[in-house]
């Protein structure tokens, strides 16, 4: 059972190039999510995902797009990357919410843009 | 606004002693969740506070809430150096998380 997977671990990025976020998960969770995380800093929700097909802006949404996949995939691209993106980026899932939202996170993905 | 503050952000101690956390929040909930981070790692669930009145305990860590007071604390008993790890509380608002700065612990042997 391996919970939330995230890729890419690590990422250098060049300002203006474009990449994609990787996150799946196997506990047949209906909401994800997306966080940032930057020094000394608590966490950020840039979207979320309440379930398949549905996605919502969070608190830091600009220069960032998303895409549920399906339930289990739940992808975050950076069209041009900046160097305020350079972060620590979570996916997270929880269940339907209706009484836990206790939330799951990945490995994280550290992106650095240059 | 929503807020949820967590005090202190920052806490040095020595092994052996007693210690809390306290995480506020300034809207109504009665859900809220303790993580801990360690360096470069990702979170982990602690505890999961669902009602007013939760007390959960695992070994040295004991959390509980009090939803008419928007207070959460995280006590720590007899500290040892392995709890040295930052600690964040997230309350759950329309289900979605809110999350406070995080308490950054070291404990020194």
């Known amino acids: 059972n391996a919970g939330v997977t995230q890729t890419p671990k690590f990422q250098v990025l060049k300002t203006g190039q474009s990449m994609t976020l990787q996150c799946a998960q196997d506990m047949n969770h209906n909401s994800m999510y997306w966080y940032r995380q930057d020094p000394g800093m608590g966490l950020r929700l840039i979207y979320y995902?309440?379930?398949?097909?549905?996605?919502d802006k969070g608190e830091v949404p600009n220069g960032y797009n998303v895409s549920r996949l399906n339930k289990r995939e739940f992808s975050l691209r950076l069209e041009s990357a900046a160097p305020s993106q350079t972060s620590v980026y979570f996916c997270?899932?929880?269940?339907?919410?209706?009484?836990?939202?206790?939330?799951?996170f990945g490995q994280g993905t550290r992106l650095t843009v240059v | 606004e929503l807020k949820v503050e967590q005090n202190p952000l920052f806490l040095s101690m020595q092994e052996g002693k007693n210690y809390t956390i306290y995480c506020n929040y300034s809207?109504?909930?009665?859900?809220l969740y303790w993580y801990r981070q360690d360096p470069g790692k990702s979170l982990e669930s602690l505890f999961v506070l669902l009602s007013n009145g939760a007390v959960k305990q695992e070994g040295r860590l004991m959390a509980s809430l009090d939803t008419k007071a928007r207070l959460s604390t995280l006590h720590i008993t007899a500290a040892v150096h392995d709890l040295s790890a930052t600690y964040f509380c997230?309350?759950?608002?329309?289900?979605?998380?809110?999350w406070g700065a995080g308490t950054k612990l070291i404990i020194k042997p």
């Open positions: 997270a899932s929880s269940d339907d919410g209706v009484m836990n939202t206790e939330a799951f």
């Open positions: 997230a309350v759950d608002v329309n289900y979605q998380l809110i």
């Open positions: 809207t109504t909930s009665d859900r």
């Open positions: 995902s309440a379930s398949e097909g549905t996605t």
